[in-house]
């Protein structure tokens, strides 16, 4: 399964949104949250509930 570009979680199968850019990176959204977020150019490890802010501030992964 990826991850999510944005916040890192991971991206269920037949969910989300891949995005390929003309320089041949692929982009992976969990859902269209992270898809805005991401074009306003937001990084996910300022953003408090993203995986990615978690694991950078030492603090509990969320369960699943």
């Given at each position: 399964m990826p991850k999510c570009t944005?916040?890192?979680?991971?991206?269920k199968?037949?969910?989300g949104k891949a995005?390929?850019?003309t320089?041949?990176?692929v982009l992976y959204f969990?859902?269209?949250k992270c898809e805005r977020n991401f074009r306003?150019?937001?990084t996910g490890k300022r953003?408090?509930?993203t995986e990615s802010?978690?694991?950078a501030a030492g603090k509990k992964e969320k369960a699943e």
């Open positions: 944005f916040c890192s979680s991971k991206v199968e037949n969910r995005f390929v850019r320089d041949n990176i969990c859902g269209s306003l150019g937001r953003i408090k509930w802010y978690r694991k």
